[in-house]
């Protein structure tokens, strides 16, 4: 049935691609060129250490397992493969890795090839990917298999009474290694003790993400940092139209600085916010324009700071008084330990429920919770009016990162 089920899918990507789905489309090439890569880059004699990643977010939470394992063992190939095209896109040049590639459908067949191809020594699986079919060839193969970054939960397919046998997968694994002991107790009612609780890899890579963050004069400039007047600085990270609705009236008349980086970067999304700031008599500037020195006057004046490109805003974070990260009003938040590294105080919207690190940060008071345009009012109002509270908030956020950080360490690689 599982296998069924995965042909049927494959059939349905297959077939949005020649409709012109633009992601479908991506898969559907990357993952044939999938098997030319691995015949072109891995030789009989290689044995690469395979990881695998969903999408970008499980990347950053296998990065630091990478780097580590790059810095210690540099003689060791690495092979990374990403399953969706919004991960393996953004970092199919990744120089971290030897060999950058789609992970093909989860068919018997392309288990078998890949598997066969490849010849991994390991393999790390992060997070949430359970392919029943390459667990079972990597198990049949005795290839050490490791689950990084795991974390489980009672209503998940794997706990439910008819599950159809997909928790035989779990038995394929040869160590978890998990974010909590609620997984651990979770696992072993499956009968499965192999489980180690180490953490999120996520804290060690913004954390290095803090440490290695650059200097961007473009920021710079607009923020006026070259006069050494302090500004008041809202950042917002991945930001969708749901959450413009909540946060963007407050500014109107405010005298903060809004650096505003969307979750989709498009030239129609870059225009029609630019159109909404200036209609609100909110001047704006975009990352591109301050890239060109001759447009720095321009956005010293401007109100609002657009960032129409990917890779900066793990580094602008820094120069946040307030951050905002976006996607609780609609798919579930993004990214909230890159800002919070940073010991800036984080908003979100409440479809927050299943992030581990955002509910944590919303118990300690890193972190504050908003249902619409006029619970996000009362929050700023008060960070604006009670700098001890912005400060608390935004120690209690960095200290919660600091003191989680170490999972990477705990792993053997």
């Known amino acids: 049935m599982y296998s069924i089920a995965i042909l049927l899918y494959a059939l349905g990507v297959k077939m949005a691609a020649l409709l012109g789905h633009r992601k479908a489309r991506l898969m559907v090439r990357g993952q044939r060129e999938t098997w030319r890569l691995l015949h072109k880059h891995i030789t009989q004699e290689d044995r690469p250490v395979w990881f695998h990643a969903a999408s970008l977010g499980e990347f950053e939470q296998g990065r630091p397992l990478m780097e580590r394992l790059r810095r210690e063992h540099p003689e060791q190939k690495i092979l990374l493969t990403f399953f969706s095209p919004s ?5 199919k040049n990744y120089d971290g890795a030897d ?12 288990a078998r090839r890949f598997l066969s191809l490849a010849h991994p020594s390991r393999a790390y699986i992060i997070k949430y990917e359970f392919w029943a079919n390459y667990f079972a ?11 990084v970054s795991s974390i489980f939960r009672p209503g998940q397919f794997f706990f439910r009474t008819w599950n159809f046998g997909y ?50 004069p473009e920021v710079e400039h607009f923020l006026g940092k070259e006069t050494g007047t302090p500004q008041k600085v809202f950042i917002v990270g991945s930001s969708w ?48 324009e301050l890239s060109a020195n001759s447009a720095y006057a321009e956005g010293q004046d401007a109100d609002a700071l657009l960032v129409n490109c990917y890779g900066k805003l793990s580094s602008i974070y820094r ?64 960070y604006d009016s009670h700098p001890d509270h912005l400060a608390a908030a935004g120690k209690a956020a960095g200290n919660y990162i600091s003191q989680n950080a170490g999972a990477a360490d705990k792993i053997p690689v």
């Open 87 to 91: 991960g393996y896109e953004v970092r």
């Open 99 to 110: 060999i950058v590639c789609y992970l093909p459908m989860d068919t018997p067949r392309s």
């Open 137 to 147: 060839e990597l198990h049949a193969a005795g290839i050490p298999t490791y689950s």
């Open 167 to 216: 928790d035989r997968v779990l038995h394929h694994v040869t160590h978890f290694y998990v974010q909590d002991e609620q997984s651990r107790e979770l696992l072993a009612t499956k009968g499965i003790t192999n489980v180690s609780v180490v953490g999120d890899t996520r804290f060690d890579r913004v954390m290095d993400i803090r440490r290695q963050a650059k200097n961007l």
């Open 241 to 288: 139209e749901a959450d413009e609705d909540v946060y963007l009236d407050y500014f109107k008349d405010k005298d903060w600085r809004l650096i505003i980086a969307p979750h989709v970067v498009s030239d129609e999304r870059i225009t029609g916010l630019r159109k909404r700031l200036e209609g609100m008599g909110i001047h704006t500037t975009l990352f591109s």
């Open 319 to 382: 120069y946040a008084t307030v951050a905002y990260v976006g996607g609780g009003f609609g798919v579930g938040i993004h990214n909230v330990p890159e800002a919070a590294v940073y010991g800036v105080p984080v908003i979100i919207g409440p479809n927050n429920k299943k992030f581990r690190e955002a509910q944590a940060l919303l118990k300690n008071g890193g972190c504050r919770e908003v249902h619409d345009a006029q619970e996000f009012a009362t929050v700023m109002d008060d």
